[in-house]
């Protein structure tokens, strides 16, 4: 499977990519006060097909403000 950060995933895919991301971050935080404390949740934005996903990002892009 490639992990592309979730864009183009199924639900399948996108739960496996949680997984992977808890388990990555379970490591770095073991022993800390953050361990056990963190919960996870799928968080699934389903494609609405190549060009309303492309219009969708660039609106994102346009309105981000980086400074933040």
Do not use: C
């Not at 996108?14 to 490591?27: G, H, S």
């Not at 949740?41 to 309105?63: C, R, Y």
């Amino acid at each position: 499977m490639d992990h592309d950060g979730g864009v183009w995933n199924d639900g399948g895919g996108a739960n496996l990519d949680k997984i992977l991301l808890q388990k990555r971050l379970e490591i770095r935080i073991s022993g800390t006060n953050l361990e056990g404390i963190i919960t996870y949740k799928l968080a699934h934005n389903p494609s609405k097909g190549i060009l309303e996903d492309f219009m969708e990002t660039v609106e994102q892009i346009i309105e981000s403000n980086y400074s933040l």
